[in-house]
C-alpha cells in the first residue's frame, strides 16, 4: 500500500486527487457519496465550488471515512489518499487499516 496525506483539500493548489486519478488512468469528478458526507456537518446551501472540491474522488475508488470533518479520503487500487491535518489523518488512518483487513 502506498500512503499519501495532504493536497485533497478545497483550494485551487490541492491536486493530490487529480493527480492520483491521471496516474490510475481514470476520471474524477464530484462524488455524492463524498457530498453526502459532507452535508451530515453542514447545509446544502453552504456547500460552495471550494467545499465541493473535497468531494473529488476518482472513479472507481472507495471513500475512506473521516469522523472529524467528515470530508472524506479515497482508496483506489493499493493507494490510499488522506486529509494533511494530522489529527484527521490519524482518524482516517484506523477506519483506512479496518477495511483492508
Request: aromatic share 2%; glycine share 8%; net charge neutral.
Amino acid at each position: 500500500y502506498l500512503f499519501t496525506t495532504g493536497g485533497i483539500g478545497p483550494t485551487h493548489d490541492d491536486i493530490t486527487a487529480d493527480c492520483v486519478a491521471k496516474a490510475m488512468g481514470v476520471s474524477i469528478d464530484v462524488d455524492e457519496r463524498a457530498v453526502e458526507l459532507l452535508l451530515t456537518r453542514m447545509k446544502r446551501e453552504d456547500l460552495n465550488e471550494m467545499r465541493l472540491r473535497m468531494c473529488r474522488i476518482p472513479k472507481g475508488a472507495d471513500l475512506i471515512l473521516n469522523p472529524i470533518s467528515a470530508a472524506p479520503g479515497f482508496k483506489i487500487g493499493n493507494v490510499m489518499v488522506m486529509a494533511g491535518v494530522p489529527r484527521i489523518m490519524q482518524a482516517a488512518r484506523l477506519h483506512a487499516e479496518n477495511s483492508t483487513r
